[in-house]
T-cell receptor
Framework: KAGVTQTPRYLIKTRGQQVTLSCSPI?????VSWYQQTPGQGLQFLFE???????NKGNFPGRFSGRQFSNSRSEMNVSTLELGDSALYLC?????????????FGNGTRLTVT | GESVGLHLPTLSVQEGDNSIINCAYS??????FIWYKQESGKGPQFIID?????DKRQGQRVTVLLNKTVKHLSLQIAATQPGDSAVYFC???????????FGGGTRLMVKP
C-alpha cells in the first residue's frame, strides 16, 4: 500500500506570496492532519480534516488554511507568506482516528520563504 | 537533508548496545503515546505506541515503558544498529481528536 504522498517536495516563495501544498493520504484513510516542523518550535499541529470537515485546529494565524476533498486528499494554503513560515510541512493520515490507529506521516514539503 | 533540530539532546551509543531514550510528557490527561523515528530528509516514521491502560509494550527490538505517576515515557532499543541513527520523538494525545503534542526530540547516534 502506498504511503502518504506530499507534493511538491520543495518550494521557494517570496514574502507576501501565497502557497498551496498537497497531500494524498494512504488509501482508505479518512483523517488527514497537517503539522509544521521548524528547528526552533519543533513539530506543531496545524489542523485535522475528516470527511471534508475541519475537526481540530492548532494555534496558527488565519493565514493558514486547509481543506479536504471527497477522495480524502487534502491541501493546505498559506497566504501572505512571512519569513517565519519557512518550515517542513508534514501531512499525516489515519483511517479514522487515534482511537484505532497511529498517524502515518509523509516526507513533507520543504517551504523556503525569501 | 533537512535539519530537524539544531540543539537536540544527543545520545551516543556503541553498535550492539541497548539504547534508552527518555521523554517527559506534559499532560496528565493524555491517554495515548507514540514514538516516532525521523531520518534526515524524511517524515516521522511510526515505531510503537502505548495506551494509558498499559505500562509496557514490546515490539521488534523496541520496548516502550509508561510511568503515569511521574509522566514519563521511555523507548528502549535492543542491540542498536547503525540504521537506528535518527531523531526520535515522543508524542502524546489528550483530546478526542487526532492532535498530537510532540516532544522536542532526541538525536541517537550509533557508533560502529
Amino acid at each position: 500500500k502506498a504511503g502518504v504522498t506530499q507534493t511538491p517536495r520543495y518550494l521557494i516563495k517570496t514574502r507576501g506570496q501565497q502557497v498551496t501544498l498537497s497531500c494524498s493520504p494512504i488509501s482508505g484513510h479518512r483523517s488527514v492532519s497537517w503539522y509544521q516542523q521548524t528547528p526552533g518550535q519543533g513539530l506543531q499541529f496545524l489542523f485535522e480534516y475528516f470527511s471534508e470537515t475541519q475537526r481540530n485546529k492548532g494555534n496558527f494565524p488565519g493565514r493558514f488554511s486547509g481543506r479536504q476533498f471527497s477522495n480524502s486528499r487534502s491541501e493546505m494554503n498559506v497566504s501572505t507568506l512571512e519569513l517565519g513560515d519557512s518550515a517542513l510541512y508534514l501531512c499525516a493520515s489515519t483511517p479514522l482516528g487515534l482511537d484505532n490507529s497511529p498517524l502515518h506521516f509523509g516526507n513533507g514539503t520543504r517551504l523556503t520563504v525569501t | 537533508g533537512e535539519s530537524v533540530g539544531l540543539h537536540l539532546p544527543t545520545l551516543s551509543v556503541q553498535e550492539g548496545d541497548n539504547s534508552i531514550i527518555n521523554c517527559a510528557y506534559s499532560n496528565s490527561a493524555s491517554d495515548y503515546f507514540i514514538w516516532y523515528k525521523q531520518e534526515s530528509g524524511k517524515g516521522p516514521q511510526f515505531i510503537i505506541d502505548i495506551r494509558s491502560n498499559m505500562d509496557k509494550r514490546q515490539g521488534q527490538r523496541v520496548t516502550v515503558l509508561l510511568n503515569k505517576t511521574v509522566k514519563h515515557l521511555s523507548l528502549q532499543i535492543a542491540a542498536t544498529q547503525p540504521g537506528d541513527s535518527a531523531v526520535y520523538f515522543c508524542a502524546e494525545n489528550s483530546n478526542a481528536g487526532n492532535m498530537l503534542t510532540f516532544g522536542g526530540g532526541t538525536r541517537l547516534m550509533v557508533k560502529p
